[in-house]
């Protein structure tokens, strides 16, 4: 078996299309573990793992939180809210003070782009980012096309459609390099003042209409308005949005063929999508919650067996 | 690199005859009784036997697993090859049952541990004992030995006993190969 041919996970565009496939594979064996009658395994026990939380989170959070005690690391948390980041201390100053406890990785969310790359270039453990900004999220990226391929068999060839707002979204951009990396087509959907000038020159195909995006694709990755990150008006109001960009049941009728519903969560029930979508069975959002935790453990366990005694 | 031929087809038809034969006598019916191939290469040795018992001593619904120890192992981090994970197949609780491991070669022991704390994760068994086609005499890093073992041999350490299956390698045989 290879191994990863990077040493932190800061971005799905520092990866290749066999790390992916080996943290698939590897994911794989942990889905298996974690739905045994007993969910653990005892491969990093002497690993200390830090969460740092700069930023809200909750799934993501849990998620990695779970995927480290089901390898047996030791866990510590962290969060910016109760810290003294707010007294003023630096990025590098913080992290540093917590290596220095012995941590061998460290879990980072944070609102800056670039984030997890500037320290990964100043501290002396491995990186994970679970979000940077408007950057990347690669873990995300990494259970969206993990759970394409548990549902349709696989990636390559998949015609997949991101909805909302892309301007804001680390999602969409860990999205897009994941998917075509993979060999899927990417096509991204949302009122104009949410599409970033110049996407299609990342290759992906640009919609306005919501009809014909879905009428064009296998699986529609519906993502959250992200109104705390607003700082101006993009769209009239949420009506009109759910008008045009919102996803219904009838909607979903009215189009020649059945498919496949994602959203990262938190949902904005009756904004992005209605109810009776999320709960349907077109929809995959709990399966999605359940792969995060195998694809975070292949992530973690891949990382740690680079780092040398 | 030299190799020499341990067992031929023959020889290990015979063997397998006779730790069928031996699980018998132990075990009777199988009723409480399930078969545990280790990952990657005990699997060929535990499908065969199965194979063996069901059918010439007709011994009906032969429970069989398939169990990997990559995530168990106290060598993760400490090896230069990275681990390799294999699928685990196990689909009946092992709980109050008697579970016997399957491996093609006991040598250090390691795996063997391993996998005593791998099963724990799918309940506690009644009792487990450990089959194995070759037995590396005077190699043991634990104090584990086999209950039901093929053939016995001396192997100094920088010599490797390698099983070959039909399935996987095209023949049956077992080879002393000198690196």
Redesign the interface.
């Known amino acids: 078996?290879?191994?990863l041919s990077v040493n932190h996970l800061l971005g799905i565009k520092y990866l290749n299309k066999q790390d992916i496939q080996l943290i698939f594979?590897?994911a794989?064996?942990f889905k298996?573990?974690i739905n045994?009658?007993?969910?653990?395994?005892?491969?990093?026990r002497?690993i200390t793992i830090a969460n740092l939380f700069f930023e809200n989170s909750t799934r993501t959070k849990l998620s990695f939180e779970l995927a480290e005690k089901r390898?047996s690391a030791d866990v510590l948390n962290f969060s910016s809210a109760q810290s003294s980041v707010k007294k003023g201390e630096t990025l590098i100053d913080t992290v540093n003070n917590i290596l220095s406890m012995k941590v061998d990785m460290v879990v980072m969310r944070h609102p800056n782009p670039g984030a997890g790359v500037f320290l990964s270039k100043h501290v002396n453990a491995s990186i994970i980012n679970a979000g940077d900004g408007a950057h990347e999220h690669p873990t995300q990226a990494l259970l969206d096309s993990y759970s394409i391929r548990e549902k349709l068999g696989g990636v390559k060839g998949k015609k997949v459609v991101i909805v909302g707002d892309i301007l804001h979204s680390r999602v969409a951009l860990s999205n897009i390099f994941a998917l075509q990396l993979q060999g899927a087509e990417v096509m991204v959907c949302g009122p104009k003042t949410l599409l970033p000038k110049y996407i299609d020159k990342l290759g992906v195909k640009v919609e306005t209409d919501l009809r014909k995006a879905l009428n064009w694709c296998d699986v529609a990755n519906m993502l959250r308005v992200q109104n705390e990150r607003m700082d101006i008006s993009y769209f009239p109001s949420t009506r009109e949005y759910t008008q045009q960009f919102g996803v219904t049941k009838d909607l979903l009728n009215s189009l020649d063929k059945e498919i496949t519903i994602m959203h990262p969560g938190p949902i904005n029930r009756g904004v992005e999508i209605t109810s009776d979508v999320a709960d349907s069975d077109q929809a995959i959002i709990l399966d999605q919650v359940q792969n995060g935790v195998a694809v975070r453990m292949a992530v973690i366990?891949l990382l740690?067996?680079k780092?040398?005694? | 690199m030299s190799q020499k031929v341990l067992l031929n087809a023959k020889a290990i038809n015979i063997i397998l005859h006779r730790l069928a034969c031996q699980l018998i006598e132990r075990h009777h019916d199988f009723s409480n009784t399930v078969l545990i191939g280790l990952q990657p290469r005990g699997v060929f040795l535990a499908s065969r036997l199965a194979k063996i018992l069901t059918e010439d001593y007709k011994i009906k619904d032969i429970k069989l697993g398939q169990l990997?120890i990559?995530?168990?192992?106290d060598d993760?981090?400490?090896s230069d090859k990275?681990?390799?994970?294999?699928?685990?197949k196990i689909n009946f609780?092992v709980e109050e049952k008697n579970v016997v491991f399957v491996d093609d070669v006991l040598y250090t022991g390691r795996s063997i541990r391993s996998a005593l704390?791998?099963i724990?994760?799918?309940?506690r068994p009644k009792e487990i004992e450990l089959l194995t086609l070759i037995d590396r005499r005077f190699s043991r890093h634990l104090p584990i030995q086999p209950d039901y073992r093929g053939r016995q041999v001396d192997v100094i350490n920088n010599e490797k006993v390698k099983v070959n299956w039909t399935e996987q390698d095209g023949e049956d045989a077992v080879y002393l190969i000198e690196k």
């Open positions: 078996m290879s191994e594979e590897t794989d064996h298996e573990v045994r009658p007993i969910k653990k395994v005892p491969s990093l002497d390898l366990y740690a067996s780092i040398k005694q | 990997d990559t995530f168990y192992r993760f981090r400490r990275p681990l390799e994970a294999n699928a685990t609780l704390t791998a724990q994760s799918f309940g």
